[in-house]
């Protein structure tokens, strides 16, 4: 399963570790992550499920294209890392 | 004596006990912004919103005086775009949460959030669940609003009148002034009176795209709200239906802050600025207004603020004075705090080092 690995940051507000968890796309894998830390949701997206203006999803080296939709696929072996974007301040 | 406070600030939520006697010491979320703070008059809970720049807006609220916080959801708007903007954008998104009020005595649990952009949400739990105030947000004149100081409107001011839980007034930049007299079921645009320069002629006037920095309603005489507007400093005595405009007012009728004594509505404190975008004490000297006759006429107090060329500015939620009338806290953009006594004639610097302040309140008995 792919692995979810979040930004050292977020320690600092709430409890991120990394977890492993299905999903073809990053919506999928990080719905799986948000069901099991539902606080952790609204760090990430907003209300509408969009990635946070200044947050940045990684598919292993690659920035995701659709920050809107979440579609990018994942593949089972692929990591995805959450980053606050230095755009945030 | 009432002199303990909390202060709100870029940099995390802060108590200075004793009228400062001791140093300001951290409530938490050092480092974070702390857009609103609330202690709730009915059971001493603290509650404070932080705006996370990487992480949106958040909601943590205390039980024991803020030795430890629990996190809350924070007011949102439900996914996905059941309510979508008006403005023909994407679906809304809670970006700010820039004022928390208390409901009624009758109303336990009843919380009011204001938001960026121009929502309210209420709660009936103690923040545990918020709903979005459809009745507002469907307002159609909603279309017509738009950011002041921010890229979308906001709700910063939530006055509920203390003979009537159920009654509202709310400010939002720039959208007017609107009233409910049914607990937000219903709402109906006030501000008759408001005039906004910044318009074309036609629509000087127009109540729908005022921008009133901030409301102050006074305790015992819930009909008086006094309005800190973009363009000048006005009176309502009819609970926000109609403004009158306040003149001669020196050094300046621009600020963004405003203070109401308690029990007099004539009395109310102001924060002096240079219009427009300029926003620094007139002359380079920093110095607050009182009126005590109703806006007739207005004393400039200074004794105890800065001598020297200061540009201090205080925002909309951090100016307060106290339940008895007497003491007013004050805090600046510079990250200076003071204590205004013998209403506001005598102040003394409580801190000069802290960061950016956003609020000040003073702690409940």
Same mark, same amino acid.
């Given at each position: 399963?792919?692995?979810?690995?979040?930004?050292?940051?977020?320690?600092?507000?709430?409890?991120?570790?990394?977890?492993?968890?299905? !999903?073809?796309?990053?919506?999928? #894998?990080?719905?799986? $992550?948000? +069901?099991?830390?539902?606080?952790? %949701?609204?760090?990430?997206? =907003?209300?509408? !499920?969009?990635?946070?203006?200044? #947050?940045?999803?990684? $598919?292993? +080296?690659?920035?995701?294209?659709? %920050?809107?939709?979440?579609? =990018?696929?994942?593949?089972?072996?692929?990591?995805?890392?959450?980053?606050?974007?230095?755009?945030?301040? | 004596?009432?002199?303990?406070?909390?202060?709100?600030?870029?940099?995390?939520?802060?108590?200075?006990?004793?009228?400062?006697?001791?140093?300001?010491?951290?409530?938490?979320?050092?480092?974070?912004?702390?857009?609103?703070?609330?202690?709730?008059?009915?059971?001493?809970?603290?509650?404070?919103?932080?705006?996370?720049?990487?992480?949106?807006?958040?909601?943590?609220?205390?039980?024991?005086?803020?030795?430890?916080?629990?996190?809350?959801?924070?007011?949102?708007?439900?996914?996905?775009?059941?309510?979508?903007?008006?403005?023909?954008?994407?679906?809304?998104?809670?970006?700010?949460?820039?004022?928390?009020?208390?409901?009624?005595?009758?109303?336990?649990?009843?919380?009011?959030?204001?938001?960026?952009?121009?929502?309210?949400?209420?709660?009936?739990?103690?923040?545990?669940?918020?709903?979005?105030?459809?009745?507002?947000?469907?307002?159609?004149?909603?279309?017509?609003?738009?950011?002041?100081?921010?890229?979308?409107?906001?709700?910063?001011?939530?006055?509920?009148?203390?003979?009537?839980?159920?009654?509202?007034?709310?400010?939002?930049?720039?959208?007017?002034?609107?009233?409910?007299?049914?607990?937000?079921?219903?709402?109906?645009?006030?501000?008759?009176?408001?005039?906004?320069?910044?318009?074309?002629?036609?629509?000087?006037?127009?109540?729908?795209?005022?921008?009133?920095?901030?409301?102050?309603?006074?305790?015992?005489?819930?009909?008086?709200?006094?309005?800190?507007?973009?363009?000048?400093?006005?009176?309502?005595?009819?609970?926000?239906?109609?403004?009158?405009?306040?003149?001669?007012?020196?050094?300046?009728?621009?600020?963004?802050?405003?203070?109401?004594?308690?029990?007099?509505?004539?009395?109310?404190?102001?924060?002096?600025?240079?219009?427009?975008?300029?926003?620094?004490?007139?002359?380079?000297?920093?110095?607050?207004?009182?009126?005590?006759?109703?806006?007739?006429?207005?004393?400039?107090?200074?004794?105890?603020l800065p001598e020297e060329t200061a540009y201090d500015l205080v925002y909309r939620h951090a100016l307060e004075v106290d339940?008895?009338?007497?003491?007013?806290?004050?805090?600046s953009t510079t990250g200076a705090l003071w204590l205004g006594r013998d209403g506001g004639a005598d102040w003394r610097l409580?801190?000069?080092?802290?960061?950016?302040?956003?609020?000040?309140?003073?702690?409940?008995?």
């Amino acid at each position: 399963m792919p692995r979810v690995t979040f930004t050292a940051n977020l320690q600092r507000h709430l409890d991120a570790p990394s977890l492993e968890v299905g !999903g073809a796309r990053v919506g999928e #894998v990080l719905a799986g $992550v948000f +069901a099991q830390k539902p606080l952790l %949701r609204s760090y990430i997206v =907003d209300d509408q !499920g969009r990635l946070r203006r200044h #947050v940045n999803v990684f $598919v292993n +080296a690659t920035m995701i294209a659709d %920050r809107d939709g979440l579609s =990018d696929a994942v593949r089972p072996d692929d990591e995805v890392f959450v980053f606050q974007a230095l755009s945030g301040g | 004596m009432a002199e303990d406070l909390f202060v709100a600030t870029r940099k995390g939520l802060f108590a200075v006990d004793g009228a400062g006697a001791q140093a300001p010491r951290s409530l938490g979320f050092l480092g974070d912004p702390v857009s609103a703070f609330l202690q709730d008059p009915r059971d001493g809970c603290l509650y404070a919103a932080l705006n996370l720049g990487h992480f949106g807006a958040k909601l943590h609220r205390s039980e024991d005086g803020g030795a430890s916080w629990s996190e809350l959801p924070a007011p949102a708007f439900a996914p996905p775009g059941v309510a979508p903007d008006g403005k023909g954008g994407k679906a809304p998104s809670v970006s700010l949460i820039w004022t928390l009020a208390a409901g009624g005595a009758d109303q336990p649990g009843r919380l009011w959030a204001g938001t960026l952009p121009g929502a309210l949400f209420r709660s009936d739990d103690r923040g545990e669940t918020w709903q979005l105030v459809d009745a507002l947000w469907n307002q159609p004149s909603r279309s017509e609003w738009f950011g002041g100081g921010y890229d979308d409107p906001g709700i910063h001011s939530i006055c509920v009148d203390p003979r009537d839980s159920r009654r509202l007034v709310i400010g939002i930049s720039c959208g007017g002034v609107w009233r409910s007299e049914d607990d937000g079921e219903t709402w109906t645009l006030g501000g008759k009176g408001l005039a906004a320069a910044y318009m074309p002629p036609d629509r000087v006037d127009d109540p729908t795209i005022q921008d009133p920095h901030r409301l102050a309603v006074c305790a015992a005489a819930p009909d008086t709200v006094w309005c800190q507007h973009h363009c000048g400093i006005f009176r309502s005595d009819d609970g926000g239906r109609t403004f009158v405009q306040i003149h001669d007012v020196n050094p300046s009728a621009f600020g963004f802050a405003v203070a109401v004594h308690p029990a007099d509505p004539k009395t109310a404190w102001f924060v002096p600025a240079v219009k427009d975008e300029c926003r620094v004490p007139v002359d380079g000297r920093f110095v607050v207004t009182r009126t005590r006759d109703g806006g007739a006429s207005f004393e400039i107090l200074s004794r105890g603020l800065p001598e020297e060329t200061a540009y201090d500015l205080v925002y909309r939620h951090a100016l307060e004075v106290d339940g008895a009338g007497e003491t007013l806290a004050m805090g600046s953009t510079t990250g200076a705090l003071w204590l205004g006594r013998d209403g506001g004639a005598d102040w003394r610097l409580l801190s000069s080092h802290l960061p950016p302040i956003s609020q000040v309140a003073f702690r409940a008995a």
